[in-house]
């Protein structure tokens, strides 16, 4: 039974992809992108084509527009961040839809994840569940982001700091750090005050000098070929 439902949502993908390859703006394709999208909800896939496919169909067709997917899809694209999927599918959404009372939360939520306020984010979340919930795997993303934001601003991060920004305390954040610390090259030690710190794996971006130089160096024979024309 498993093996068969695993199957008919492959194809349930495969299907969509040729449709859109084919004619991305045939409203016939309309109820097979909303299946897609109820698809990637329950599978934790996702497909950014297909969703915003199915946007700009219902800028054509704004009657037959289904807020509940709409909202599906704007979730699935806060779960993508750091990628810009949320404000891309945001631009296809009339303005009219967008003050609806569950949008203007979406829009919120994306607005605290973006300026790294992971406590008031996870706070207006506690009050929305029932729209992100709706989606499988939310909690998880979320917090994959905010340890991508803490890991590219800190060395060292307090425990105190990494709670909040993935809201979880206790044993539950205890078994968060072992499998990090397992899987991932963190270390725990103490601070000053006896607190725990987590050091991050090292990276370019909360250590600057391992940074590249990304200026193209000129070859010393091209600066040669330079000179005669110069002159």
Request: hydrophobic letters at 40%; a negative charge; glycine letters at 2%.
């Amino acid at each position: 039974m498993g093996k068969e439902a695993t199957n008919e949502k492959s194809q349930l993908a495969h299907t969509v992809e040729q449709l859109i390859a084919v004619n991305p703006y045939n409203p016939d394709i309309r109820p097979d992108l909303e299946n897609y999208v109820n698809e990637q909800v329950s599978s934790q896939t996702y497909n950014l084509d297909a969703n915003l496919c199915l946007l700009r169909l219902y800028q054509f067709e704004s009657e037959r527009m289904s807020t509940p997917i709409v909202a599906r899809i704007l979730v699935k694209a806060l779960m993508a961040m750091p990628a810009p999927d949320f404000s891309l599918c945001l631009f296809l959404i009339p303005e009219r839809v967008q003050m609806e009372e569950q949008f203007k939360t979406l829009i919120v939520l994306s607005h605290y994840l973006e300026t790294a306020r992971f406590r008031q984010f996870w706070d207006e979340a506690a009050k929305s569940r029932h729209i992100v919930e709706a989606v499988s795997g939310f909690e998880q993303a979320i917090r994959a982001y905010a340890v991508h934001v803490l890991s590219i601003t800190y060395q060292k991060v307090p425990r105190a700091i990494l709670a909040e920004a993935i809201n979880i305390e206790g044993v539950s954040l205890d078994k968060f750090l072992e499998h990090h610390v397992s899987n991932n090259g963190w270390v725990i030690e103490k601070g000053q005050s006896k607190a725990q710190l987590i050091t991050l794996p090292r990276t370019e971006f909360n250590h600057p000098e391992l940074k590249k130089n990304t200026v193209d160096s000129v070859p010393l024979e091209h600066v040669t070929r330079i000179f005669p024309i110069l002159g």
